[in-house]
């Protein structure tokens, strides 16, 4: 194990608060940052193209927001509960998003772009690596407790 479940929802907390940061901010830098463009040429994907004054960046921003700061939960309490229910719903979502960006390329500019795929396939590894570092967690706690006593009746 690399890093713990917790250091990876701090991770993705950073990541999440850099990029809306960048957003509020600089939109067309984050549309296109050279991971971006890679990931959107090497799918054949259209670039997307932010101006300062566009409402679907301070939508993007908030949601992306509100996702971060439901890993801050996770950081801040010891309840690793919430993220065993919580990141195969995130993974399948991201997963699903990405997909949607990659095979309606053309029909839909506003989500079959370079930036809403990079940022879902960003989330679709992240979410997938919490998942795996969760498993080997919970199965290290596990060989740790040792099997249930029996009793003989």
């Not at 809403?116 to 060989?143: G, K, N, R």
Request: hydrophobic share 55%; charged share 10%.
């Amino acid at each position: 194990m690399i890093l713990s479940s917790k250091n990876i929802c701090i991770l993705h907390f950073t990541l999440l608060n850099a990029i809306v940061y960048k957003l509020l901010t600089n939109p067309a830098e984050v549309s296109g940052h050279a991971f971006v463009f890679i990931i959107g040429r090497a799918m054949r994907l259209p670039d997307a193209e932010f101006k300062e004054d566009d409402p679907a960046v301070g939508l993007i921003a908030i949601l992306l927001l509100y996702l971060g700061v439901s890993d801050l939960a996770t950081i801040v309490t010891t309840n690793s509960r919430f993220l065993e229910v919580a990141v195969p719903f995130r993974l399948m979502l991201a997963f699903t998003v990405s997909g949607f960006a990659y095979l309606t390329t053309g029909s839909n500019i506003a989500i079959s772009n370079s930036m809403v795929f990079a940022l879902s396939f960003v989330e679709v590894v992240l979410q997938f690596w919490l998942y795996i570092t969760l498993l080997e967690e919970t199965s290290t706690a596990a060989q740790v407790q040792g099997p249930p006593e029996q009793t003989l009746i």
